[in-house]
């Protein structure tokens, strides 16, 4: 089968996030309550359906499905910025655009007339920060600061694991309409915009780098399949 899909990232986490303004003191990222743009395409296999026996209940038919997957994740980051136990003192923005390659894994419910579904996947993604800046104004650690960061630019090549949660129906004999919810995240992502010292009082001058264990995004999308 092939399919394709569109949709939004409604919510983002991030986990031990920090960035850091050349010559300036690390600050914490809170998570981007920003919504974003996902579009997807998918080429696939399903295996025969196969009555399982669950722990409760008679034989249940059930299909196996693996998939390759190929999406884009769009959207402008804007993020506060915190020393540690301290209110916010400045922002971090920029657009993220994520491309993402994914084998997947999928478990089906047949014979339904809504089939729901569950599965995972795992690959690789790219993923670039454009138009990057950080702009801090307020005390750190007893410290008053006050600088803009350049504009820059940064890419990442990083690990892509998904949880994926959707229901399928099928409106003509090979085609289907599904409805998905995702849980995408990028590891241990890692951005590196500029070498330069960035002085305390300085608008438009250094660079900084930023890094996480992971960036989470929740996605909600429709799409249609097509089987053969």
Excluded at 47 to 60: E, I, K, S, Y
Excluded at 131 to 140: E, I, S, Y
Excluded at 204 to 216: C, E, H, I, P, V
Aim: contains cysteine; glycine residues 12%.
């Amino acid at each position: 089968y092939v399919g394709a899909a569109g949709g939004a990232m409604v919510q983002q986490f991030v986990e031990n996030g920090t960035v850091t303004a050349v010559g300036q003191q690390p600050l914490n990222e809170e998570d981007s309550g920003r919504i974003g743009s996902y579009i997807a395409g998918r080429v696939g296999y399903d295996f025969a359906v196969r009555d399982v026996q669950l722990a409760f209940g008679g034989p249940t038919p059930m299909r196996t499905a693996m998939e390759l997957e190929f999406n884009y994740l769009g959207a402008y980051e804007k993020m506060s910025v915190y020393p540690n136990a301290q209110a916010p003192v400045g922002t971090e923005t920029f657009n993220l655009n994520a491309y993402t390659v994914l084998l997947n894994g999928l478990i089906k419910f047949e014979e339904l007339p809504v089939a729901p579904y569950f599965g995972g996947g795992v690959g690789c993604a790219v993923l670039y920060a454009q138009n990057h800046k950080l702009t801090v104004n307020g005390m750190v650690n007893g410290q008053n600061v006050d600088y803009t960061t350049a504009v820059a630019n940064a890419n990442n090549v990083c690990l892509a694991l998904q949880a994926i949660v959707g229901i399928e129906r099928q409106l003509y004999q090979n085609l289907s309409m599904f409805i998905e919810y995702r849980f995408l995240a990028y590891m241990d992502v890692n951005f590196n915009f500029g070498s330069q010292s960035t002085p305390n009082g300085s608008v438009g001058q250094g660079g900084s780098s930023s890094s996480n264990d992971f960036l989470a995004n929740q996605i909600v999308s429709a799409g249609l399949k097509w089987s053969f």
